[in-house]
């Protein structure tokens, strides 16, 4: 069995629906079910006999200990983060804690299991980090995109916590030999997004007649990969992957936030029009830009594809729609998950709104 934490969130609960339905290994999921993390996210794996939840945190380290020694996991898939560079403005310290001493602590326990596991458990474990593209920075328009070799630049608190948590991973493998494996991927979107990423968010506003929050011009440009192509990338790195290497996961799909926001509305304007017949685009309000905006990330995935044969099954054409399609048929779960402090966060983080 594998454990995976930060498994009730976004990224973390579409690869445990995945890994249950692709194969007949177990899944330890252990999540501290802060805002983002939603056990209705896993309704469809309720009571599966291959899957235990946990709820717990990962700077918890008896509860972590006790997890190792009971289930002798063979890897260790970590998902647990804080992920919202807005959040991270305006509250750093949780991502200090999570994403730094929270993947120290986490790393300290791995250590001691993998040291006393046997001979042959010991040389088959891995340690995977999940972990961002924004730790290299932002690029200049013509820049060429982000290979695993890029310098390390972060821009803001979010960035900066997990920079440093891919440092002490790959510390914990030059200094004690602890056989990890790193993934550096691009924006990703899909089902169970909580509704303040970009995506997610448009959609539910613009469904409920509210403005599409623009940051500045909207000319942000970023890489966009299907979460489930992600979690099929991350699957191959733990089967093939070379102890210690780096792999940035990407979708080849670089587009500015605008027309990812265009692209949505009429994909609206199709699926679901608007009463009064007029396009969901009326609806767009640029507002003031958020301190220290990266103006562009960009993801080389030819490392994976070369040395593991992973490439994205998904166009983003054919990944917008079906996320548009998801959130359509899936309305309960949008209404569940913008609770009351949701509605609170947006409303204080798009209040200057200059068109």
Not at 237 to 263: C, D
Not at 295 to 322: M, S
Request: hydrophobic letters at 35%; proline letters at 5%.
């Amino acid at each position: 069995m594998i454990l995976v934490t930060g498994g009730a969130g976004f990224i973390g609960a579409n690869f445990v629906l995945e890994w249950l339905g692709r194969n007949d290994e177990a899944v330890i999921n252990l999540d501290k079910l802060t805002y983002a993390g939603n056990l209705h996210n896993l309704d469809s794996v309720q009571g599966h006999v291959r899957h235990v939840f946990i709820q717990g945190d990962i700077g918890d380290d008896i509860l972590i200990k006790r997890l190792l020694t009971e289930y002798q996991p063979r890897a260790v898939v970590n998902f647990a983060a804080e992920s919202h560079v807005d959040r991270s403005i305006h509250g750093p310290e949780d991502f200090v804690q999570t994403n730094i001493v929270g993947t120290f602590l986490l790393l300290e326990a791995v250590r001691a299991y993998w040291n006393d596991l046997e001979d042959g458990a010991r040389q088959n474990f891995r340690f995977l980090h999940v972990s961002t593209d924004e730790v290299y920075g932002t690029l200049a328009p013509e820049a060429p995109a982000f290979s695993e070799t890029h310098r390390y630049e972060p821009n803001s608190p979010y960035s900066a916590s997990k920079a440093a948590s891919d440092h002490l991973v790959r510390a914990y493998h030059h200094t004690y030999g602890l056989p990890v494996l790193t993934t550096n991927c691009s924006n990703n979107y899909g089902p169970y997004q909580f509704p303040e990423k970009l995506i997610p968010l448009v959609i539910n506003n613009a469904l409920r007649g509210k403005p599409l929050p623009v940051y500045g011009d909207g000319m942000q440009v970023r890489d966009w990969l299907y979460v489930t192509d992600h979690c099929g990338a991350i699957r191959r790195v733990l089967e093939a992957g070379q102890v210690g290497e780096v792999y940035n996961i990407g979708g080849w799909n670089e587009m500015p936030n605008i027309e990812i926001v265009r692209t949505i509305c009429a994909l609206l304007d199709e699926l679901h029009p608007r009463d009064d017949g007029t396009s969901y685009v009326t609806q767009v309000a640029y507002v003031k830009d958020r301190p220290g905006h990266d103006r562009r990330y960009a993801i080389d995935a030819r490392k994976i594809e070369r040395e593991l044969g992973w490439k994205p099954a998904e166009t983003f054409a054919t990944g917008i729609r079906k996320t548009v399609q998801w959130y359509l048929d899936n309305a309960a779960w949008v209404t569940n998950v913008t609770s009351g402090a949701y509605r609170e966060w947006v409303a204080k983080q798009y209040t200057n709104t200059t068109a």
